[in-house]
């Protein structure tokens, strides 16, 4: 590929996904976020393979650095994910003591 084609990719790549991520209401996107890290997984995978065929060296800085970004995005989906699901368990818990009254013995 050339530089061209892989700035067009990039480019596209990015407004693709800020229409798809601005179009999800904000009291979904916690919810969301569980199924969309397998689509932040494919993109990190598409910005390694770019990285991997960048033949110049400010096409690589732009590869890095969209790798170093779809990293954070998607360990950061995994980590609002973790919190959300210790949410609902807190929750679920608390909601056994009060119909049990009793406290758990750990």
């Keep these: 590929m050339d530089a061209m084609n892989l700035l067009t990719v990039t480019v596209l790549a990015v407004f693709v996904g800020f229409e798809v991520v601005s179009k999800v209401s904000s009291t979904l996107h916690t919810p969301l976020m569980s199924g969309a890290n397998a689509i932040h997984g494919i993109i990190l995978v598409g910005a390694i393979i770019v990285a991997g065929q960048a033949g110049d060296p400010w096409i690589l800085a732009v590869a890095l650095l969209a790798v170093v970004l779809a990293t954070a995005n998607l360990?950061?989906?995994?980590?609002?994910?973790?919190?959300?699901?210790?949410?609902?368990?807190?929750?679920?818990?608390?909601?056994?003591?009060?119909?049990?009254?009793?406290?758990?013995?750990?």
Excluded: S, Y
């Design 75 to 106: 360990v950061g989906g995994f980590v609002v994910t973790d919190r959300m699901l210790h949410m609902f368990r807190a929750r679920k818990e608390a909601t056994v003591k009060e119909a049990t009254g009793k406290e758990d013995a750990k």
